[in-house]
């Protein structure tokens, strides 16, 4: 029997799993235009945006329209430009672009329409000009190239495929290059400039440092884990075998994390060095990679008689025991 109430209508679970990548995607897009709007427009003397107080109250935003059906929301660079060059410095002025976008909406649309969209698009562009800053380019260019690169990325992104796809592909090909930065983390060798006690990577621009006959001094640099441990131990033995040392000092005062993979492959090169007659020596551990060590087989075999809390200390026990 009819009773006279509207169907029922379940969503399809099946096109709530193929949209929802869509849609966090979306939202993600979202997300990073708004937190790169409001850092590009920060001026001096105001807070810089915080990521995660921008997520929420996106989120936050976006649930609450949801109940009463409004568009979603986000941040926009060229709404965000118009309201500068046209003095917005409250939160009042978007109260009054929302107000002046529902009176345009309700009495001047069916004029808005008639106007070309070359026309639109000037106006757009008029007030987008002013966050091209070539300038900034060439400043980049000279303090790191591969950020310069993410630069260009970014804007050729942009000018191809639009704002948001634009940033995204930069913040993907950031990533990429991050991940190839930590799977080739950086060994330094270390030498004493001629005069002092100061140590420091050898490098061509110093070519009068000295170094230590039958002491090698090595850093690692970065998050050394199972990624990467193989990675950093080719490098060592390189130089290991290249300087044929009597001692190794590894200085980790630039390791913030030693994971247990890398661990396990340390206690074997400590073997294996030791078997050729190279005694390997640790040196200015950080306190969570110190305490890792103890509790390892290795802190037993290395104990305090090769443990060293910074590089003099090390450098004066070899130098004594010649």
Do not use: C
Request: without cysteine.
């Amino acid at each position: 029997m009819p009773t006279g109430l509207p169907p029922v209508i379940l969503p399809d679970p099946q096109l709530a799993l193929t949209l929802w990548p869509a849609a966090l995607g979306i939202a993600l897009m979202s997300f990073t235009e708004s937190i790169a709007a409001g850092r590009a427009f920060a001026r001096a003397g105001e807070p810089n945006p915080q990521p995660n107080r921008e997520l929420f109250a996106t989120g936050a935003a976006n649930l609450a329209g949801a109940l009463v059906g409004a568009m979603p929301a986000g941040g926009g660079t060229t709404q965000t430009a118009v309201n500068r060059l046209a003095g917005a410095r409250t939160k009042l002025a978007g109260l009054v672009t929302a107000l002046a976008a529902l009176v345009t909406a309700l009495f001047l649309a069916p004029y808005i329409a008639k106007m070309p969209d070359a026309t639109l698009a000037a106006i757009v562009i008029v007030y987008s000009v002013s966050l091209i800053k070539p300038r900034e380019f060439m400043d980049i260019a000279k303090v790191r190239r591969t950020e310069f690169v993410w630069a260009l990325v970014a804007a050729v992104g942009v000018v191809l495929l639009g704002t948001l796809q634009g940033i995204v592909v930069a913040i993907v090909v950031s990533l990429v290059a991050l991940a190839h930065q930590l799977a080739d983390p950086p060994v330094r060798v270390l030498g004493r400039k001629p005069g002092t006690k100061i140590l420091r990577p050898l490098t061509r621009r110093h070519p009068d440092d000295s170094t230590i006959p039958g002491l090698l001094l090595l850093r690692p640099e970065g998050r050394i884990y199972f990624a990467n441990a193989e990675r950093a131990g080719q490098k060592m033995r390189a130089l290991i075998a290249e300087t044929q040392p009597k001692v190794v000092v590894i200085d980790m005062s630039a390791v913030f994390d030693f994971e247990y993979t890398a661990l396990k492959m340390l206690m074997q090169a400590e073997k294996r060095l030791r078997e050729h007659g190279v005694m390997l020596w640790l040196a200015s551990l950080n306190p969570g990679v110190l305490a890792m060590v103890r509790r390892s087989p290795l802190g037993e075999t290395l104990g305090h008689e090769r443990m060293f809390a910074n590089l003099d200390l090390a450098i004066d026990r070899f130098q004594s025991a010649r």
